[in-house]
């Protein structure tokens, strides 16, 4: 059994700790970029400390990720029907 995690750092756009973790990885240096990359602190702002944790210099900065399966933990059953997907459109509110 495997049971995974989540640590959502904002709440208003569902962005995890992870998400957060592999945009500082892949170079945001500072809110503004991790607010550009993903809409963390954009909308009640409540999040910008937390976030702000995880950037170079930050108490969160050497934390390690946790990894993510590659496979879904529930395996379809025989009698499910195929939902197709429906295309969504990030949704970012902005004070």
């Known amino acids: ?3 995974i995690v989540l640590m959502y750092i904002c709440i208003c756009n569902a962005i995890t700790e992870r998400q957060v973790q592999e945009a500082v990885s892949n170079g945001a240096k500072s ?3 991790l607010q ?8 009640c702002g409540c999040c910008a400390d937390t ?5 170079p210099g930050g108490a969160y900065q050497d934390q390690p990720m946790i990894a993510a399966p590659l496979t ?3 395996e379809p059953a ?5 939902i197709p997907a429906i295309p969504f ?6 004070a």
């Not at 550009?36 to 909308?43: I, K, R």
Request: glycine share 6%; aromatic share 4%; with cysteine.
């Open 78 to 82: 025989a009698n499910d029907t195929v």
């Open 1 to 3: 059994m495997l049971i």
């Open 72 to 74: 879904p933990i529930v």
């Open 31 to 33: 809110l503004c970029d």
């Open 36 to 43: 550009g990359q993903l809409g963390v602190a954009s909308c």
């Open 89 to 94: 459109e990030r949704v970012v509110c902005r």
């Open 51 to 55: 976030a702000k944790e995880y950037l």
